[in-house]
């Protein structure tokens, strides 16, 4: 038989896995074997158990968050992201407070508990302006979560959101190695300023949402490494993991999209490090893959978040090509996605779904 050298045994890839579902945390290099072993035998083993994990800490249940794209605008040019500012062709729209409003009283009508507000780092839509629509979701739908997800803005803007009531934030690391950031990201960005806003968010209490593309562009194997080492060392309480999918119109056109299977094994991985976790079934990897949304779940996430932007701008928040927005992804259709679950033996929690502590 041929020695495959990147081929673990089956002995010590369970070993690995389990002693992460014992709680432990494993040596870089273990991790690496793990990410770098792609036997499709011990890859259902960690799928397993990460389900089993899941299971323990939620039972069969998924939560939705009604998802509200507020803003295309963005003074950002991040290479990866269709709605770089110097995207000349890129729709550009901007949700009115009422109309954001309206996005949540259909929400409550469907039955979400939870709204996030998402959207490009858009001038337009001050922070002033955006704690004073907080402030009105809030004293509207007392028992409603608000999650933010604006990107980076001073302390003191994520003080007033905090003010107003905002409950959590979304912002993701995209790439916790400091040079691969440099690939991802203009010059006037830095990994280290991304790093102090989630710091800031943490200190105000937000539940803080961190995360990392899958497969962007000259990402490599330490890159995730680096990534799930910084991933323990903040301890978000959300963690959102989608592949990279390339944009028209930005400097990534052309660049491959990242792996289905690899972002599956992340999420199982980070399920069996972080077993309290919010993690999402990400609409990139639903793109990507047909049957990506029920494939993350069964790796450890319990997070849904359908689309309740207004349906006149859903196709414009386009932040990478082809994006998924009908079926199990809108709001309107929860029908679907109970059906889907229900198909995977699971079901939709219609709680706020906070972060709980073991
Ligand atoms: N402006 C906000 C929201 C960005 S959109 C912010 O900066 O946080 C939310 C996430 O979509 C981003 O954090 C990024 O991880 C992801 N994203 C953007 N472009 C993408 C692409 N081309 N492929 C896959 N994911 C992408």
Known sequence: MMENKNKRSDFSYRYLVDKL????????????????????????????????????????????????????????????????????????????????????????????ATFVLQGGEDGGQGDEWLAAVVGSIKQRFPS?????????????????????????????????NALHYALLHPKEMSLERRLDCLRGLKALGFQTGAGMMIGSPGQTADCLLDDIALLEAIRPEMIGMGPFLPAAHTPFAGKEAGSAAMTLKLIALMRLRFPRALIPATTALATLSPTGREDAIRCGANVIMPNLSPLAVRSKYSIYDHKACTGCESAQALKLTEDMLARIGYHIVYGRGDYEKE
């Open 144 to 176: 409603c979560a608000v999650t933010l997800s604006v990107g980076e803005r001073p302390e003191a803007a994520y003080r007033l959101f905090r003010e107003a009531g905002a409950d959590r934030y979304l912002l993701r690391h995209e790439t916790a």
């Open 21 to 112: 579902a014992a709680g432990e945390t494993l040596q870089r290099e273990e991790w690496r074997a793990l990410l770098e072993d792609t036997d499709a035998g011990h890859e259902a083993y960690l799928q397993k158990v990460a389900e089993t994990v899941t299971a323990r800490n939620f039972g069969k249940g998924v939560y939705v968050r009604g998802l509200i794209e507020i803003s295309s605008y963005c003074r950002n040019d991040c290479f990866y992201c269709g709605l770089r500012r110097s995207n000349r062709q890129a729709l550009r729209y901007r949700l009115s407070a009422d109309e954001i409003l309206a996005c949540c009283e259909e929400g409550a009508r469907l039955g979400f």
